[in-house]
Every structure is written in structure tokens, then in C-alpha cells.
């Protein structure tokens, strides 16, 4: 069935370091891909998203590319802040489906 | 944007006895409302899909009569947890899709439920 394999935490980076946090997933035909990022004591927020292949989402400074040939979804951000410090989840819906498949999330530490 | 509203947010109980944990949507109409499970270190796994004036559609595994889902009007869907055990102790959430919005799905704050 369809799935989403995203890279284990936590993951600990310096202010202003280069961030990747790895997704791939398994699907049949076309996908739409998230990046869903959990606050401290929030609920999951859309973060990103891209519909199709090469599709590049974008938001706050992170970005990820819809690889198809690879089927992949990395999640990176060039300088990061204390502020980004969350958990973040990779996600696809299924084409013609509602529902929302996860990945098992990627803590994030970013220290001052 | 689209807000949708969780209660309670923190929720303890004796074992045997049932749990309902609410999910509203405040500023839009939601035919279509998901419950995840969240296991600790695991991935939020769909229970249900909760669509109003009709039945669930529970996902492989989960059980109907353990998990009741309702949802009765365009802008709430229940949850209750029936004859709670330890093992169901975890955190809950609920996603309501914004017909208005293509892929536009926002998720409540969340449910820990703690069974003692």
C-alpha cells in the first residue's frame, strides 16, 4: 500500500545551519505531497505542498521538490532559526483518495 | 483560515468507563472529517473517516464498536472511546477537509488521553 518513509530523529543543527530532513514515499500513479510541521503544544500546520512532478513548494524559508524519478520529497531550509525547532511530517493523499498518509515525523532541535 | 477546535485537550480516566473527545469546525462546513491516532516515536495512523449524515469508514484494524464516530452535523464530529483501557491511552486528532480550499485539510490541536 501506499507509504511515506521520512528520516528518524531527533535531528540537532546550530542557528543558521543548512537543514534536510529526507522523505520518500511509495504510491500508485500521482500523488500530492506535504510537509506538515507540529509546534510545541500546537496541532499540525501545512507547511508545504506540491501537486505534481517537479513542483517545487515553498513557505518560510523551506522548501521541497516533487521527485518523481526518485520519489522523494526532501524537506530543506538553507539558515535555520531557534524558531523552527518542531516536529515536521511528510504526508501524501493518494490520487482520487481523501485520505492522508503519514510519515512518523522528524523532531527538530535547533539550539541558540 | 480555516480553524478547527478539539476538546478537550487533555482527558484522564478510570478503565471501563467511555470518553468523548469533540471536534468542530468554526468558520467553515466540513462533509468530511478524519481521526488519527498518534503512537509515541510512530506516525499518525487514520482510524476513521467521519462523513456527515452517514456512516464511518473505520481503516483495517480499528475496531467499530470501541471507536464511535459521529458525525451529526456539518460542523462537529464525535469520537468516543467506550469501555477505555490502559492500551488506549494516546494522543488523538482530528483533521476536517475545507471544501473551499483544494487539499485544504486543518487539523484540530489534539486529545491526550491518559486511561489509569
Known amino acids: 500500500g501506499d507509504s511515506v518513509t521520512q528520516m528518524e530523529g531527533p535531528v540537532t543543527l546550530s542557528e543558521e545551519a543548512f537543514l534536510t530532513i529526507n522523505c520518500t514515499y511509495t504510491a500508485t500513479g500521482y500523488p500530492s505531497l506535504f510537509w506538515y510541521v507540529q509546534y510545541p503544544g500546537e496541532g499540525l500546520q501545512l507547511l508545504l505542498k506540491?501537486?505534481?512532478?517537479?513542483d517545487k513548494g515553498s513557505n518560510k524559508g523551506f522548501e521541497a521538490t516533487y521527485r518523481k524519478e526518485t520519489t522523494s520529497f526532501h524537506l530543506e531550509k538553507g539558515s535555520v532559526q531557534v524558531s523552527d525547532s518542531a516536529v515536521y511530517f511528510c504526508a501524501l493523499t493518494p490520487q482520487r483518495d481523501d485520505k492522508i498518509i503519514f510519515g512518523k515525523g522528524t523532531r527538530l532541535h535547533i539550539l541558540p | 483560515g480555516a480553524v478547527v477546535s478539539q476538546h478537550p485537550s487533555r482527558v484522564i480516566c478510570k478503565s471501563g468507563t467511555s470518553v468523548k473527545i469533540e471536534c468542530r469546525s468554526l468558520d467553515f462546513q466540513a462533509t468530511t472529517m478524519f481521526w488519527y491516532r498518534q503512537f509515541p516515536k510512530k506516525s499518525l495512523m487514520l482510524m476513521a473517516t467521519?462523513?456527515?449524515?452517514?456512516?464511518?469508514?473505520?481503516e483495517q484494524g480499528v475496531e467499530k464498536d470501541k471507536f464511535l464516530i459521529n458525525h451529526a452535523s456539518l460542523t462537529l464530529s464525535t469520537l468516543t472511546v467506550t469501555s477505555a483501557h490502559p492500551e488506549d491511552s494516546s494522543f488523538y486528532i482530528c483533521s476536517a477537509r475545507d471544501a473551499r480550499v483544494w487539499d485544504g485539510y486543518t487539523f484540530g490541536s489534539g486529545t491526550r488521553l491518559t486511561v489509569v
Open positions: 467521519s462523513n456527515e449524515g452517514s456512516k464511518a469508514t473505520y
Open positions: 506540491a501537486t505534481k512532478a517537479d
